[in-house]
């Protein structure tokens, strides 16, 4: 991977299109984050030298036939490379294209496993310009069939290619998607550090996300500036490496119903069981345990955890990440999102809880502690 980050990192797009002599440019952006920012003029001037077009005609969370008109819109003309610059969406979108591109046959083959994917993608260029997702440093994508949610995950073809992580995107986020955006992070974070397989890398990587999470989303959301902007993207960025090692857990399966049912952004998604995820990890036992270094291996993750979000043990751990989130003006009841306890729970519970999403938990999860959890934040 070729990573260049920092304020004005992006000087450096020419150079990479220039040096593998990439012409014909399939541009993959949102839409009003793109049209209604500096960030339009930015990639366009950078762009100025190269024949491009730009695709931009799909809804957040990458749906299959969003990807589908994408890719019959790449496939009209000989490009040689995309640049994605956007946030998760944009960026799984076009992990999808480039994978899709190169490999023959029906995306909803390669989703469902019915086909293996066999080749790498169209070269792919990475610009985030959101600091939550992290899509920019992992090998996997998010797709949409309907209401449900798959993942592509390709650790051999998906890595990352070239990576330009520039700050300067990120300083005209509004206040609500840098909120979500930046929980996304630290749930990813905390999931990975959990994780049952952790490594001493991961653990680095989202300690690092973590200290920078608690130290700086609140100013970018309250009293944003130059600071707390460039430690968000590179918070996003170390809690995508982290998961680009273990995946995340509970509270990523339980998010995606959540999105897909009730139109909750992602990251705010995620947050909503972090806090009661927390303690319910915590209370891990020998008969539920999941994690093969045991009990007290977890135990003492835990209590890490706990002092990397300024706490001393798991219910001041959950008091401090839901205070946080109000402090950033984000709802941490179901009810005042619309979402009714019980016939809505049922819902989430069922599109939600499975188990290969969850094995990745310290703590074996049931239907019924779900349920529970769920209570707990009704």
């Known amino acids: 991977m070729q990573e260049y980050i920092g304020n004005n990192a992006i000087k450096n797009l020419e150079g990479i299109l220039k040096k593998n002599s990439f ?3 399939f ?3 949102g839409r009003k984050s793109f049209e209604n ?3 339009k003029d930015v990639i366009y001037n950078a762009l100025k030298g190269f024949k491009f077009l730009r695709f931009n005609d799909f809804t957040p969370n990458p749906k299959l036939n969003d990807i589908k008109n994408g890719l019959n819109l790449f496939k009209n003309e000989p490009f040689d490379a995309i640049v994605a610059v956007g946030g998760g969406s944009v960026i799984d979108m076009a ?3 480039s994978i899709f591109s190169t490999n023959e046959g029906n995306p909803e083959d390669f989703i469902l496993k ?3 994917i066999k080749n790498i993608g169209t070269p792919l260029i990475r610009i985030p310009t959101t600091s939550g997702s992290g899509s920019e440093a992992t090998h996997f994508a998010v797709v949409y069939i309907g209401k449900n949610k798959y993942s592509l995950a390709y650790p051999e073809l998906m890595q990352p290619e070239y990576v330009i992580l520039d700050p300067q995107f990120t300083y005209e986020l509004p206040k609500n998607i840098t909120a979500y955006s930046g929980m996304d992070a630290l749930t ?3 999931e990975s550090y959990w994780n049952i397989y ?3 890398e991961s653990k680095q990587l989202s300690r690092k996300a973590i200290e920078l999470v608690m130290g700086n989303l609140l100013k970018a959301v309250k009293k944003p500036d130059k600071e707390s902007r460039v430690n968000m993207a590179l918070a996003a960025n170390f809690a995508g490496k982290a998961i680009n090692l273990t995946k995340t857990t509970a509270c990523h399966a339980i998010s995606y119903p959540i999105t897909s049912y009730f139109n909750i952004p992602h990251g705010h998604a995620v947050a909503l069981t972090l806090p009661p995820m927390i303690e319910f ?5 020998e008969q539920d345990i999941l994690d093969t270094r045991g009990v007290k291996f977890v135990k003492k993750s835990m209590n890490e955890l706990f002092s990397l979000i300024g706490a001393s043990d798991s219910l001041e751990s959950r008091e401090l990440i839901t205070q946080l989130m109000k402090d950033i003006g984000l709802e941490t009841k179901l009810s005042d999102l619309g979402i009714k306890y019980e016939r809505d729970v049922e819902l989430i519970i069922k599109h939600g809880f499975n188990p290969e999403r969850v094995k990745n938990n310290p703590r074996k999860i049931t239907k019924y502690q779900l349920r529970k959890m769920m209570k707990e934040i009704k």
């Open 37 to 39: 920012t500096k960030i």
């Open 114 to 116: 019915k086909k293996k």
């Open 198 to 200: 952790s490594t001493y």
């Open 281 to 285: 990890n915590y209370s891990v036992n």
């Open 188 to 190: 990813q974070a905390i």
């Open 27 to 29: 541009l993959i952006t």
């Open 23 to 25: 012409r014909n440019i």
């Open 95 to 97: 992990k999808s294209i």
